[in-house]
């Protein structure tokens, strides 16, 4: 059927629409806030006494909705499009409680931080830390509800000090993000091209660029320094440094990119962990990691692997450390689809618990959405 309104006629149907939609945000916030009432009775009922320690997020119920928004979506817009619309409305609805913090492996504009706001939304209060370790102790402490941390990337491979991190740490991983990884070449407003005589960014980044920086800037020096984030605000304030680091960074800084997008490879993606200090229920479509050590035995790697063989269950990552109690001894970093809940898991790690000298589940958690 052909649509025969006018230009004045789509503007008057736009705000009447438009007006809904807010009055419909609303309503839900107001179910939102029913919602937190709920809980926080819950909580004090049980307990008999007043209580300030709710835990008002739920990461698997917002991974529910998000797949829900995503799977009967019927367009134009694109389903993680549209996603990403209702995340930030899921953020406010709970920021009226009380807005989430969040630590992150600062300083302002890493990837860790944009990694942060794409999983929490940007009502979450979001925290720079300057080290990996600060991240796991403010939310250790509590003055953090949630940490974002650096895990893997797909050109780099592992983040080995996350890693170890979790072997002392009371965590629980209760959540995933997956970010696309874009580095530009960023200097400060006004600088050529000719000036520009040494290159900073985090170790991993300069990595990422290894290829492309030696084609370009052969003859230039390269200095690995704490963050992107750290290698911006030089590149601002230091005459003659350029910065390897993302658009969010050229933003926050106000810096001119002097080349876009000059990762070695094109699908270059980092996939961070969310810890917390909660178990999260299963969401439908997770995935649980777990620390293991075997005894030092041949065939003791067969030995951890084939009840995952037997039990039908896809690993997604397997990596290695150095144990930390005995000389050339290793744990293993182990993650697999499914949660500690299901029956069939459990089995699986029971089994693995007869076996091996350690181990320590890091948690089950929703696979990423977006």
């Known amino acids: 059927m052909a649509d025969n309104r006018d230009l004045d006629q789509v503007r008057a149907d736009i705000d009447a629409i438009d007006l809904e939609i807010q009055t419909l945000i609303n309503q839900r916030a107001r179910c939102a806030q029913r919602v937190a009432e709920i809980k926080l009775d819950e909580v004090n009922a049980a307990s008999g006494q007043e209580s300030t320690e709710v835990v008002f997020y739920r990461p698997e119920r917002e991974a529910q909705v998000l797949r829900s928004i995503i799977e009967r979506n019927e367009g134009p817009l694109e389903g993680e499009n549209l996603a990403r619309i209702f995340r930030e409305i899921m953020s406010a609805c709970l920021a009226l409680e009380r807005p989430l913090q969040v630590a992150y492996l600062g300083p302002e504009g890493t990837f860790t931080q944009a990694a942060s706001i794409k999983h929490f939304g940007h009502a979450a209060v979001c925290v720079p830390q300057g080290t990996i370790d600060a991240v796991f102790a403010q939310v250790e402490s509590g003055e953090c509800n949630y940490g974002v941390v650096p895990v893997e990337n797909s050109t780099e ?49 300069l990595a990422q660029c290894r290829n492309w920086l030696e084609r370009h800037w052969p003859g230039v020096e390269r200095e690995a320094v704490s963050s992107n984030g ?141």
């Open 157 to 205: 491979g592992m983040v080995s000090h996350t890693l170890d991190n979790f072997m002392d740490s009371p965590l629980k991983i209760s959540g995933e993000v997956e970010l696309r990884i874009g580095h530009h070449l960023l200097v400060a407003p006004h600088t050529s091209a000719d000036g520009i005589k040494r290159i900073c960014a985090h170790q991993q980044a």
């Open 230 to 370: 750290e290698a911006a605000r030089m590149a601002l304030e230091t005459p003659g440094v350029a910065a390897v680091a993302g658009a969010m960074a050229a933003d926050l800084y106000q810096l001119e990119k002097l080349a876009e997008h000059i990762e070695d490879y094109a699908d270059n993606t980092t996939r961070f962990l969310v810890i917390g200090r909660e178990d999260v229920p299963p969401s439908g479509n997770d995935k649980t990691s777990i620390i293991v050590s075997s005894r030092n035995k041949p065939g003791a790697i067969f030995t951890l692997l084939e009840p995952f063989r037997r039990g039908g269950v896809s690993l997604t990552r397997i990596d290695t450390r150095p144990s930390r109690t005995e000389k050339w001894a290793y744990v293993f970093f182990i993650e697999f689809e499914g949660h500690l809940q299901d029956d069939s898991i459990a089995a699986i790690v029971a089994e693995l618990e007869e076996q091996s000298i350690l181990l320590k589940p890091l948690g089950s958690y929703p696979q990423a959405v977006l």
